[in-house]
């Protein structure tokens, strides 16, 4: 089994703390070993990285800045190429690990399908937690071409997986009929944009909540850089402004997914991750701070 | 003359009737000859076709499934290149044939221009029919370099085609200063957006009705796989409620023009005219239920 | 020192008159030496150029026509590459050199830096200038690792420049907490959007004013095509119509800059840099109509 | 399990003969799984496709063509996506079932593993099999990362796998010094060219050959397509003359590996792919010929 | 008929001459209205231009500078769009006008079935006009899809059209069984390679010799940027020493053809055709000393 | 004055040494400001790194390991954007400071101008240094539009800085002709190849030599990413055994110049860059063993 080194792998200004101090742990998972379209995923947690040096750490939309936390970036979780359920059990147990040590964690993808071992090891731990999942896809088949496990049937793995919690889906405006069937039935489904999310606060209170980014609920005209963009996404202010409507919301963990740099060959796209990056990050502290008021 | 052969040449999910049976043929004509500006259009039918089968056949915007329907792609319209009035009299006779078999058709692109020829051979079946078109430009030159036949004039030579029929033109955001004299005198002009297309139901109640779509009436953000593409248009929603606003209208034919997949190395622009095919596709599906009513 | 022939190099169909009768100078300024990011606004001026035939010259946003007007195009001034303040005179001496002439002027970028040695050449003639700027980034610092001379610095030595003038600033979405705090402070800021642009005239009657562009203002959706895209900007209608609600200032100068052609290879960032320029020129021209109303 | 139908899918000029007909069998492995560096070999297959009707028939290196011969192209062989140890069952199982038929086969790649499971079809068959081995890579490695099954070792799985017979290895100009080590004891190593490949026939006679190309043999000047790029690599006329030099030995099987179209914008390596796969059906057909004089 | 001013447009060091001065004419003629692959030849002229600012004057492979003789550029021949028989007048129409003001020629195409019209004013210049033809492919096809006029049968038309002179043909690589069959009786075919190009001379003697240089003849590693790649051609250093050793040839007209700027990002494929410019013009010029000695 | 921190900043399998075991430092300097071309050499180092974790430490071209060294990565000289005079002077003193540690240095650049400051410091401490100088281009210039500083003008800046020491030049392909005079003069000039390098050896004898490898004298086939790419050039395997053939020279310092990433979007030139490193690595590092014997 490969388990990260708990060290600081990469500094940048803004995300310069040791794993001791850090309040959120910054990991990447370069897997994209169930993509059926267009794979390159794997190149993700390295695209955003490319950009974090050059970014800003002061968020105007936030009127915040990241060199007032305390982030630590600890690297790639390595994956055992060719076996999808050694990299279940591999990002589980990292996972797990990290979550034993109390940190907050932002998982930078790598494909979909990493979230359900990383929300499966937040349940073990966040008995109640909801998931809040932005994308443009349903990601609720119940197998697909006969896997159960792949990126087209997360949302459904990890439905089974939640206990009480609720998943909030913001954005879909792909999927098969059954799909949407499902979802209208079992999940808090808002369909093409993010309208209502604001309100998500209101009903999980102060329940740990888990936030799950595929980056393609962005329109493909501000985020080509994925492997099955669907036009007629939401823009990036609507993303940044209906995450930060989550801003009271207790966020435990997070995951900003599907970032396939060699797409995008202008490099906004990996431009955009960061800076959602850094918007997730400083909600997530700032939440920490509320707690202590 | 090269004459279609009336099979299924491609099949896809949702895409897989036999000729007989389709209510709704789909052909491709790969010409771009009197394209002055970037050429590729010959490629726009290929590039929808790789990516239909990544497609879902499901619209969650109609909460319609192409497997619902019947569809048939017999290929592409073998053009003799080089010659562009030779090209005309080949598309006219292949439409002409197809109508005789009381089809209906959507035609993908290709340059602007095969609109003349699609559109001849409509007007002779349906004798009042109107078009409505959505586009950038206003195609209504009198001439261009001369010539009268060009994907600048396309318009203009369709308006002096049709009988009594209107021309609708939406989203119209570049031409000479004549061409938009000429559109407030003799054409129903929308310039910039889509705004008012819902109101073309009333005006043409049951008449025929041809779209034909340039797809560089969209932003080129979300479509710059074209060969003129104009800063400044419609985002993909717009365009997908425009035409879904056009439901209960009788259309007969359809083309999706001007998809120059070169241009794009995303691939976004062949996803966008892909999803487009299939709305355009299943409103044309759904008016023939609504007449069996 | 080089100093521009005072020809017209380059002609267009709109642009077409020659230097002793035009109003409005059209010149290059190939520059992009503090660059800190991906360099290439060098190639701005050409990027720009190589869409201006294609361009219609009539604009259906103003309804009015370029061929209506005089512009002339006397090509680039020549960079002494390698040396940051020998480029800063040089374009002093340039500028002040068509301004002598009693031209207004409208420069291509280059980098945003270039704005400075031109501001400060237009103070020395319009003692009571105001600056309106349009940008993603606020460019207020004092110094960039150590250079007082960036295109990061460039607004504060402006600041520094005018006299009593204001500089209305629009758009800025990125920057250091003390910029934003400065803007707050001492320039007329409106972050994000183009909002209340409308209401310059009223504040400076008929003082003369500058218009810098630096098109990242733009969302990178429509701009790929610059060294630093920044995700959340105003898109192509929103710049084109904050533009000519600035139609009845009195605006004597302008710049268009941060293109960056090789970034994008689809040529979308090229047209969008041309159309804007097609409206920058007209609003200058007629400017001058109504001044002699 | 995914079965081939044993269909003509694809129908070209010069690969147009239905199953029962031919002689040679073309089929494509879109398997990537195992790519521990740049994904995209999935599309191989169809990349050759996208040429091959461009393509002449007539090979002028051998004065043959191939309409003169019978192939038939069976399509893609389905991979089960994320399961390693899935895919070599479903590849093995096609293969044997196309042998089970008397067929020659040529695979198109798809990463290099692929060979593993058609070359084990392959030994069970042809129980004195050889194996002529084109590559820049040695694949030699008893594991990589810890994994059996990858492209990094799957001609030490070959070695394993063969009775008798040779590894006759050319081109190698990377590995491990370990892997150097194995290949100088137990294969036929010339590394960087493929000087003395025509004297394969001397030392195998008329034993049954299976030859694999892995097309990074080229150098990436002629061939940047490919997931691992090795600078210092064979040109393509040097490949094809290797190829042609082969034309007397039994060859039963072929595969065609490692073309990532994504990788080469410019197309080129597409129609290497597809040139190479004429020369290399035309030399299996050949050979059938020589064997009934 | 469109037709030429006879006036320098483009001025570069080392052509910068006037018409009346020149020895040699440099025009483009954009056209690329038979190309049956990927287009784009009409980007071809300005492809070159682009780089020729850039490119040193002195040639070290002959020991000269391109400012010791007299060129001028006149710009690109304007193209009656979608029509290829007017195309052919009107090239041939400012071809002769050029002859008769007794200038030599170099052509920038365009697709290589512009070098038809042009040879033909050349045939009614100089009657016993030989032609030396560097080529990928033997373009001797009879017709192509029915068309007499096509990119794929310009060597074809172009025999038909010379009296008693030779086609020598170097790098042929593609074409049909019957166009090497015709090639081997009609033409002097050296196959895939430049070889004995230097015996030219010796067969011709003083006589008229026109030159046609098919880019492609080059291998697409060295000028991928061409409608229809070839894998195996010459390299750069063979093609310019081919080109130097005619240079005690009589060589009264030139063209250099299918450059397709779009499908080489790297720029490469530009300066390729520009240096190739470099070398003919010299020898061109030096020829002409030559006669004077 | 920014000053390296001597620290691993790096580290790769085969460069994991530290500072004070390292034999051998390498360190990048991103500094393109005189590039009058295409600029972003900036990035060359960061491109050179990218690809070495994926490269094999084995050199099959010489039989010997990197893991058999001590190598160390110190990171990037930090650049004062904007002016080249401070630059020279930033890159002076860090290369002083690293001779004056008794280490080797292997610089990744950058434009070639860097290698005036570092010859410099390298001859400050080796008065009898020699040159070698791999280029397409001469660099012989006295001044570039003025300026004496520039990558145009870099050796014969070194020529007037090296006591004794010869300046051997290989490969070079462009220049002016007063260039070509000079070398044939005062340099040991082979045009077009590398001819004759393994002659270097008996020439110096042990004195010190400098090694300077401007990329761009391998083709733009194989290696694009570069500025002003001159076709023409020398292929992987001879620079690679060119710069073997100098195993025995006492090569004290080297560097690998301009590479600029965003050119070749293959990626390939990275790799070639990396590569090349390695080689240049291994026989500074053997020759340091051939001393101790």
Request: proline fraction near 4%.
């Amino acid at each position: 089994m490969f388990m990260l080194d708990k060290k600081s792998i990469y500094q940048y200004e803004g995300i310069n703390s040791i794993y001791h101090d850090a309040d959120i742990v910054i990991c990447g998972v370069p897997f994209d070993g169930t993509c059926s379209n267009r794979p390159g995923t794997r190149f993700g947690p390295d695209g955003v990285r490319t950009e974090i040096d050059g970014l800003e750490t002061y968020s105007p939309y936030q009127d915040e800045d990241m060199i007032d936390y305390n982030y630590v970036d600890v690297g790639n979780i390595e994956i055992p190429i060719g076996s999808t359920s050694r990299t279940m059990g591999c990002i589980h147990e990292n996972i797990k690990s990290l979550l034993t040590d109390n940190k907050k964690i932002i998982t930078l993808g790598g494909e979909h399908l990493i979230s359900y071992p990383i929300v499966k090891a937040f349940v073990e731990k966040y008995r109640n937690l909801h998931v809040v999942h932005l994308d443009a896809h349903a990601d609720l088949r119940s197998d697909y071409l006969g896997e159960k496990l792949s990126h087209a049937t997360v949302m459904r793995r990890i439905y089974e997986t939640l206990n009480n919690g609720y998943i909030f889906q913001y954005g879909i405006r792909s999927g098969t009929k059954e799909e949407f069937q499902f979802a209208r039935k079992y999940t808090k489904l808002q369909a093409f944009n993010l309208d209502g999310i604001e309100k998500v606060k209101s009903i999980v209170g102060n329940d740990p909540v888990y936030l799950s980014i595929d980056l393609d609920v962005l329109d493909p005209s501000i985020f080509p850089g994925t492997g099955t963009p669907e036009p007629g996404g939401v823009d990036f202010n609507e993303l940044i402004n209906g995450i930060i409507s989550l801003k009271d919301v207790n966020i435990v963990g997070a995951d900003i997914v599907e970032l396939s740099p060699h797409y995008d060959l202008s490099g906004v796209s990996n431009i955009v991750a960061a800076k959602t990056l850094r918007e997730v990050a400083i909600i997530m502290s700032k939440r920490e701070e509320h707690l202590y008021e």
